[in-house]
């Protein structure tokens, strides 16, 4: 983040730039759109679908591969209309067709039971499966692009959606989903699990201050925050998918993005493409590269974090009924300190406190999708395999690394193999599947504070099996859904496959004629294997003292009225009771793990006993307004309660216990390619664990939380507000778009906890005896940014 000393003087020459940069680049010329039109359910081409451009006299239809194209379209913002005799109309929102750079669409229409003529259902644009009929939010890319604070990073983006707690500072990613911990969700990229989504994690939780995921390789993100399919394995509280685009399939093309922590190039096209039309075979790669550590020493901060990290795909079309797709994610981190000229003790504390880290993520996937002949329904199978490799160090001299205090040296290793089948018998929709993972562990810690010394590799398989059957009865206003899962692993003795047995249902009821009014009840049993550094500790005896760990179990209740007040826009309102069992609880400290995880540390490498329980229930409302007379957003509010019990089974507010919490993101699409938009994140007073001063005089610059406390000091209301511009341009080889981000703009100070620091004269040498004081931290700051992507 980017600090300022005048924020007036900061706002302006940014602004100079923009209008200098407005005023040079002024060309236009027209735009191109393609796509391709499918059967929802068989995937086959719909050959002669209709395809309109919303207000304009654009209009084309399929061919016989269900390909459209539109050319010579100004370009600007769309909402497009898609229609097919038999089936449901689609309208596709907020479509940006570029000179350069248009991705393509493709459209999947669901089929009318009956073919009425004359007659025109649209689908619903907020429309939720019979298996997940509430809790679950899908966004475009677009709608995340645009995003204002968000940097182009989609982490960063998912903290605006409802239920969605910010973390302490409001600076990292935890996806923290309705007073549950950061470590209670999953991640998948297309079909293959990704086990973080951020620069820097947390090992054990997922949580970090920067995404690794580009915006450039997005469709759609989607996340669930209960009522979760039975194909996922190991969610408590939320599943975030991200669903891929293909590569170009016509021409080579690109993107370079240049934003406020980083830079980074997306190249696109189709390989071994001959002389046919399209190939069957494209590519999509990316790579970026941070600049934050020069720009930190150019400003005069201490910390110096610096990373890279790429993503590629490759699919390939064997056939009309057979198609193999091959993707990998990776990041390269380094973060450590450097002292500034200008010194003061905000920088000294940062350097004697931020940890020294060194770590590695690769994550690679193989699909092979098959689509049945002769009837609907496919075969999905995977192999995937993902690795961490973890150094994170505390020194009493972290800027020449001498004298350890503490450290961790793992990786994990995770090699998986997952088969789903979909098929359909009469009305019925059934989904069978099963999966079995390779785990392989190694973990060398180093703990003086806590006399914690150890060297362990465990290895070991997890398995599991999933069924789910749905299908509409009363003339399609009834819905239902029935799923299970059973999970076990070979290594923990805790529980076991029929311990862990796992079932779902959901309804979902029209209580209009035409469904705009809608009744959604969804109840939930899920489980998740302790985490590898649980399982993997040992004791001063050598011993696997959590290797009798039970799997921890949510129990989900919820209820839903959905609203659908036009053919853009949706009000919905939830009540859900989450209720917790078998949760880890720390004998170390005496509190549960559910407070911990949302820091740069190791979560979870400690002596535990599963005994923990825990509750978490509330109401959550939300209106959404996709684009319509040029103005779009979401705006929500979550009132919630979240405890859970320490070691001696009293509930205890976690830290996550903020009671309100309300989003607003939206934006308005002016004229000439201009767009305006706006966030406003709020959190009630937010419970932390202060620190036992006392102690940490003693082991500083480790310092010593005081659990025991936790529940009595509070955090005030957390208030955060961005703003952004956009405008775009675009010219016969290249299209251009330029923003000008502004977070914070009202200048609201982010609540932290108190920082402290060793006592120090003036020349920075510690006054002895020892004693440590509050050291200010500079908050509150406006930050301006800027920022731009090159499509060619």
């Known amino acids: 983040m980017i600090k300022t000393s005048s924020k007036k003087t900061s706002i302006n020459v940014f602004l100079i730039l923009f209008i200098i940069v407005s005023n040079y680049c002024s060309s236009q010329v027209s735009g191109q759109l393609y796509g391709y039109v499918y059967d929802e359910k068989t995937n086959e081409p719909l050959i002669g679908a209709t395809i309109l451009l919303e207000d304009t006299d654009f209009g084309t239809t399929t061919d016989f591969d269900g390909g459209f194209e539109f050319d010579n379209v100004q370009p600007k913002t769309y909402n497009i209309l898609v229609s097919f005799l038999g089936y449901k109309s689609k309208k596709l929102f907020n479509v940006i067709i570029k000179s350069k750079g248009t991705p393509v669409e493709k459209i999947y229409l669901s ?117 979760f399919e039975s194909e996922y394995d190991n969610p408590l509280s939320g599943v975030l998918k991200f669903k891929q685009r293909e590569g170009n399939s016509k021409e080579f093309r690109g993107n370079f993005r240049l934003g406020a922590s980083e830079a980074g190039i997306t190249l696109e096209g189709p390989l071994f493409k001959n002389s046919s039309k399209d190939s069957k075979t494209t590519m999509i790669f990316s790579a970026r590269r941070s600049y934050l550590k020069y720009l930190f020493k150019l400003i005069g901060l201490a910390i110096r974090p610096d990373y890279w990290d790429y993503q590629w795909k490759i699919n390939h079309i064997i056939d009309p009924y057979n198609s193999i797709s091959v993707l990998g994610i990776g990041s390269i981190d380094d973060f450590s300190s450097e002292a500034p000229e200008d010194f003061n003790s905000e920088q000294q504390i940062q350097i004697d406190q931020a940890p020294v880290i060194d770590q590695t993520t690769n994550t690679w996937g193989v699909t092979w999708k098959r689509k049945f002949k002769n009837s609907p329904g496919s075969l999905v199978s995977s192999v995937s395999s993902n690795r961490l490799n973890n150094l994170i160090s505390s020194y009493t001299d972290n800027l020449n690394e001498q004298g350890v205090i503490f450290q961790n040296d793992s990786h994990e290793w995770e090699t998986k193999l997952k088969v789903k089948l979909t098929s359909y018998y009469k009305d019925w929709k059934i989904k069978l599947g099963a999966n079995i993972q390779f785990a392989d562990y190694l973990n060398d810690t180093q703990d003086y504070i806590n006399n914690i010394n150890y060297f362990t590799t465990i ?122 069992s078998q949760y880890p609880i720390s004998i170390l400290d005496g509190i549960s793990m559910a407070n911990k995880g949302g820091d740069f540390e190791v979560f979870g490498n400690e002596d535990i006993v599963t005994s923990g329980k825990g509750k978490s229930s509330g109401i959550e409302f939300l209106f959404q307004q996709k684009l319509s007379n040029n103005f779009y957003g979401i705006f929500s509010y979550t009132n919630f309660k979240s405890e859970f019990t320490d070691i001696n089974s009293n509930y205890i507010p976690s830290v996550w216990d903020s009671k309100h919490l309300i989003s607003f993101t939206g934006g308005y699409k002016l004229k000439k390619n201009w767009e305006v938009s706006a966030r406003w994140r709020f959190s009630g007073k937010t419970p932390y664990v202060p620190y036992d001063l006392s102690s940490s005089v003693e082991t500083y610059p ?51 906890p108190p920082k402290y620091g060793l006592q120090r004269n003036e020349q920075f040498e510690v006054i002895i005896p020892r004693n440590l004081v509050e050291v200010g931290i500079t908050n509150g700051s406006v930050i301006p940014s800027f920022g731009f992507t090159v499509d060619f």
């Open 111 to 227: 089929q009318l039971k009956e073919t009425l003529d004359e007659v025109v259902i649209t689908q619903n644009p907020f429309y939720k499966s019979k298996e997940s009929p509430l809790s679950i939010q899908t966004f475009s890319a677009v709608e995340i692009q645009s995003y204002p604070g968000g940097n182009n990073d989609i982490t960063k983006v998912v903290q605006s959606m409802p239920g969605i707690s910010p973390s302490i500072g409001g600076f990292r990613n935890d996806i923290i989903i309705r007073g549950g911990a950061p470590n209670e969700s999953v991640y998948y990229l297309d079909d293959i699990e990704i086990p973080n989504i951020n620069h820097f994690s947390t090992q054990g939780s997922s949580g970090g201050p920067v995404g690794l995921v580009n915006i450039s390789f997005i469709s759609e993100v989607t996340l669930s925050t209960s009522s």
């Open 459 to 580: 290895n070991f398989y997890k398995y599991g099996i999933y069924s789910n059957i749905s299908k509409s009865f009363l003339d399609d206003n009834l819905d239902f859904s029935f799923g299970f899962r059973l999970d076990a692993d070979t290594f923990s003795t805790g529980s076991d496959l029929l311990d862990n047995f796992s079932p779902r249902f959901g309804l979902s009821y029209g209580l209009s004629d035409d469904n705009r009014w809608k009744l959604n009840m969804t109840y939930g049993e899920y489980y998740k294997m302790p985490t590898y550094t649980m399982l993997g500790f040992q004791n001063n005896n050598g011993e696997f003292s959590n290797k009798n760990s039970k799997y921890t179990k949510s129990v989900h209740h919820v209820i839903g009225l959905d609203y659908n007040s036009s053919s853009s826009s949706k009000f919905s309102l939830e009540y859900f009771v989450k209720n917790y």
């Open 702 to 752: 480790e310092m010593i939380f005081d659990y025991s406390r936790l529940g009595e000091v509070k955090l005030s209301n957390f208030s955060l507000a961005d703003i952004r511009f956009d405008k775009k341009w675009n010219y016969e080889k290249y299209s251009f778009n330029f923003y000008l981000d502004i977070q914070n703009f009202l200048g609201q100070k982010i609540p932290i």
